[in-house]
């Protein structure tokens, strides 16, 4: 599914999701989330991001109630996270936890279901998750991306209307990642939310609708992928590198940021023309391309003075 698709489709539920209210957590003296507000509609696909020790993990494990907040309130579907847990509205993916072997899937699925009231019905968890020709296999016999998607269809269980998952695609190989995005986006689709966490920057901008940016524990900016590129603007000038030696493009006019690809030279660029005139006239004008600022540069400009550690 598309990201044009998502934003235009008719949201099935009203309502806020998620919301968090001037929410603090410290670790002595560290302040890992330091005063966070942050609002997500029922039917949103929103993406956090931010820099190594922002406090995504801080933020994603008080949400899911496995960790008290010092200060604030959170609230998720209207009630207090732990609560919201236990009812099986709220799902979770994370990082940790592997699969029980020598079972088969449908086992585990099946077994999981029964830790809910009101649980999804067995096929349409498969149907979801991509795995109703695997669910007589066993859940150790299975590649990364498909161990994902059981991890997914985990999640699945409660029947949840809100789904977070922290860093979903991590270590996977392209079409698995693509793959995993599919059965999310088909959950997304029935008017579900969605929140994950990633360092694939083109993951967020293709998939969310919302992308949120944290640092030292709090929002530096909340808006779509094109909005966040536009806020920063800039542009970036891309030539064949050659024999030419990349550390001496960093002195040229406009030029902010110089990152090697292959065999091509990157230039992030405050002043496009000036760079531009500057390569002409050093003689490195080889198979040029300008093009918009990317979602990457945006990233790095918000977060570039604010990525001290402050927590996990």
Sequence with gaps: MTQTARRSRTPLRTGSAVNFTNVTKSYGDVHAVAGLDLAIDRGETVALLGPNGAGKSTTINMLLGLLANDGGRIELLGREPQEAVRAGQVGAMLQEGGLIP?????????????????????????????????????ADKLSGGQAQRVRFALALCGNPELIVLDEPTAALDIQSRRDLWQTMAAYAARGNTLLFSTHYLEEADEYAERIVVIAQGKVLADGTGAELKKS?????????????????????????????????????????DATVTALAQSGALRNIEVTGGGLEEAFISLTSGNNARSGS
């Excluded at 585990?108 to 009101?118: C, D, H, K, Q, V």
């Excluded at 940021?257 to 230039?267: C, K, P, S, T, Y």
């Design 102 to 138: 020598r079972v088969t899937i449908k086992e585990l699925i099946e077994f999981m279901r029964g830790t809910y009231a009101n649980p999804m019905p067995l096929a349409e968890i498969l149907e979801i998750a991509q795995l109703t020709k695997l669910a007589d296999r066993k």
């Design 232 to 272: 920063v603007g800039g542009k970036t000038v891309s030539i064949d590198l050659g024999d030419w030696d990349p550390d001496g493009f960093s002195r040229m006019p406009g030029v902010s940021q110089v990152e090697v690809r292959g065999a091509r030279l990157h230039l992030n660029t405050v002043d496009a």
